[in-house]
């Protein structure tokens, strides 16, 4: 029978399938069960009326009639609220850390009036928040992507970012982030962000959409918890290294609403000296998280900023199919969320490239840049470089050389040859 049939598929085609079957196939693929990461834990249910007495028990063991500091804040029960008790000065003192628990001690150790610091939290205004640009304590800037839509650029004013400086070089520089971040940590780079996945198979990247905006204040306060600052010191440290913007209306060159809601709401403000290193540390869970995944598929993973990838040989590349939405099943946990047009599978049969570095072989940069930033450096030399500076860089020298240090740092070789090219140029021609 089975021989009978095959002749008569080699001779006279594959027969015409029937609609019903191909719909019950279609069936069965949607009936596929995805790959989906279930707790191991066993979370204990609580009802609504032991969660209400549990959270006012919490709330009286904290209310004092009197006002026990400055800037205290109001219990809605009456009285006040003493936040600065459930700190831990000794892990505090353990890792190297600044100790302070109210917001005078907080003020004391920034070196300002406590007024001055209240007024940089927007203490004295209306829900906390500045009604104008003016008030605000960041300049902002809309930027464009390449994607074209925009982001919005939140620099802070001197005062705070002074204050802001002082919290990063004498707090959050010293807490370690996860070995697989490499942005914005010291000793770490793109380059080092690209060598676990030099000469791999295949390379997926994804991409997390508006990472900054994305950690909010709650966020923020828990880092600071975590550390061992008392409620009240982590509420004010989170606000100054927080940022919530004016109401709608009140920016320059707000196009849509949409571009402004995500900025609606305390977040980490791109632009702020301190939010990098918060991001990072907002993100420890999703990067121990994604690193334990990979190593089940025996894939490498790295993270540079909000840009997430991992590497792997064959066998990775046939996981792909439950590997992606694990991945993409863990992020929406840890409270952010994947730019789906960015989502990339690169095989080693392409030009694998990670934040400009290519890593199919070794380290790189693509020879596309390569070749057009000799020309540039050639034609200086033979035509003077005031006929390269096309894009009318005030210091032109400069620039180039940043260029080639960026070169040089992936590549050795090719720097020094785009270097002897650069020392042969006259600049006062």
Known sequence: MGLWSWLRRLLFGQPKRSAASRSDDREQKRRRPRA???????????????????????????????QPYRFAWSSVFGGFLD????????????????????????????????????????????????????????????????????????????????????????ILD????????????????????????????VVMKFDLENFYPSVKYSRVVAIYRSLGYSREAAIWLGRLTTSITPPLGTLKDLATEAEWIPYATRHLPQ???????????????????????ARTFHANYTRYADDLTFSGPDQFLRSLRVFIPLVMQLIRQERFRVKLSKRKVIRNSQQQRICGVVVN????IPRREFDRLKAILTNCVRRGPATQNHERHPDFAAHLRGRIAHVSHLHSERGARLLDLFEQIDWNS
């Open 83 to 170: 936040l600065n008790r459930d700190g831990d000065p000794a892990r505090l003192k353990q890792a190297g850390l600044p100790v302070f628990q109210t917001p005078q001690e907080l003020a004391d150790w920034l070196q300002m009036p406590i007024g001055r610091l209240a007024w940089l939290v927007h203490r004295f205004h209306d829900h906390q928040r500045p009604a104008t640009v003016k008030l605000s304590h960041y300049h902002y800037q809309w930027i464009a992507k390449r994607s074209g839509d925009r982001r919005l650029l939140e620099i802070p004013k001197p005062q705070l970012k002074a204050a802001q400086e002082k919290i990063l070089r004498e």
């Open 174 to 201: 010293l807490v370690p982030t996860h070995s697989a971040a490499h942005g914005f940590v010291t000793g770490r780079s793109i380059k080092t962000n690209a060598e676990p996945h030099v000469g791999q198979r």
């Open 271 to 293: 632009g702020a000296p301190t939010s990098p290193a918060l991001a990072n540390l907002s993100a420890f869970a999703l990067d121990l998280r994604l690193a334990g995944l």
């Open 36 to 66: 989906r990461l279930t707790p191991l834990r066993h979370r204990q249910r609580r009802t609504d009326r032991w969660r209400q007495r549990d959270a006012a028990g919490s709330i009286n063991k904290i209310t004092v009639k009197s």
């Open 361 to 364: 072989e070794q380290i790189g």
